[in-house]
T-cell receptor
Framework: QKEVEQDPGPLSVPEGAIVSLNCTYS??????FMWYRQYSRKGPELLMY????GNKEDGRFTAQVDKSSKYISLFIRDSQPSDSATYLC??????????FGAGTTVTVRA | DVKVTQSSRYLVKRTGEKVFLECVQD?????MFWYRQDPGLGLRLIYF???????EKGDIPEGYSVSREKKERFSLILESASTNQTSMYLC?????????????FGDGTRLSIL
C-alpha cells in the first residue's frame, strides 16, 4: 500500500464548477500538508501549505485537513480553463522529506 | 520568489554514458533534493542534501550519485546511463528549520536514454 493515495482522474469539469480533489494517507506522523499545481512540461508550483487539521483559504482555493480520518482535500471554486493542470498532494513530518500523491489531472472546459 | 534553475530542459544520451544534471537555486536554501517523476508513480526521491558536501540517499538511489560543492548548486550524476533511467528529473530546494518547509521546484529535465 502506498503511503499517500490520490485518485489519478482524469477529472473534466465545465468552467465555473467547483473542483474537489482528495488524498488519503497512512502515516500518522504527517503534520504538514501541501498542494502543488503542475502545468504540462513545467515543475510543480506550490499552491497551499497547511499545518495540522482545519481549513485554509486563499482566493478561489480552499485546503482542508482531517487528521483523524487521514484525509486532505483541495477545493477550487469558480474554476477557469487556466486551472487545467495536474494537482499533487504532498505531506511530511518533522524532517525535510515529503511524500507525494501520484497527481490528479484536471481539465476545465470553456 | 524562489528560483530553481535546471540547466537543461531536454537531454538525450546513450546507454552507458555518464550524465550530469545541474541545478542552481538563488534563495540560500539549505536543503536541496533530486526526484524523478514517472506516470502513475508520482515523485520519488533519489537523493537529498541538507548542507554543503552532505548528502543522504532517498528512496531510489541505485545508479545515481550527487555532488554539492556549493550551497546553491546540486548535481545529479548517472554513473552509467540505462534505458530505465529515462524519466523527468526534478530538482527542489527548501529552507532548513524545525518544521517541514515547502519545497520549491525547477521546471525539470526530461532525459531520454537511447
Amino acid at each position: 500500500q502506498k503511503e499517500v493515495e490520490q485518485d489519478p482522474g482524469p477529472l473534466s469539469v465545465p468552467e465555473g464548477a467547483i473542483v474537489s480533489l482528495n488524498c488519503t494517507y497512512s502515516n500518522s506522523a504527517f503534520q504538514y500538508f501541501m498542494w502543488y499545481r503542475q502545468y504540462s512540461r513545467k515543475g510543480p508550483e506550490l499552491l497551499m501549505y497547511t499545518y495540522s487539521s482545519g481549513n485554509k483559504e486563499d482566493g478561489r482555493f480552499t485546503a482542508q485537513v482531517d487528521k483523524s480520518s487521514k484525509y486532505i482535500s483541495l477545493f477550487i471554486r469558480d474554476s477557469q480553463p487556466s486551472d487545467s493542470a495536474t494537482y499533487l498532494c504532498a505531506m511530511g513530518g518533522n524532517d525535510y522529506k515529503l511524500s507525494f500523491g501520484a497527481g490528479t489531472t484536471v481539465t476545465v472546459r470553456a | 520568489d524562489v528560483k530553481v534553475t535546471q540547466s537543461s530542459r531536454y537531454l538525450v544520451k546513450r546507454t552507458g554514458e555518464k550524465v550530469f544534471l545541474e541545478c542552481v537555486q538563488d534563495m540560500d536554501h539549505e536543503n536541496m533534493f533530486w526526484y524523478r517523476q514517472d506516470p502513475g508513480l508520482g515523485l520519488r526521491l533519489i537523493y537529498f542534501s541538507y548542507d554543503v558536501k552532505m548528502k543522504e540517499k532517498g528512496d531510489i538511489p541505485e545508479g545515481y550519485s550527487v555532488s554539492r560543492e556549493k550551497k546553491e548548486r546540486f548535481s545529479l550524476i548517472l554513473e552509467s546511463a540505462s534505458t530505465n533511467q529515462t524519466s523527468m528529473y526534478l530538482c527542489a530546494s527548501s529552507l532548513a528549520g524545525g518544521r517541514n518547509q515547502p519545497q520549491h521546484f525547477g521546471d525539470g529535465t526530461r532525459l531520454s536514454i537511447l
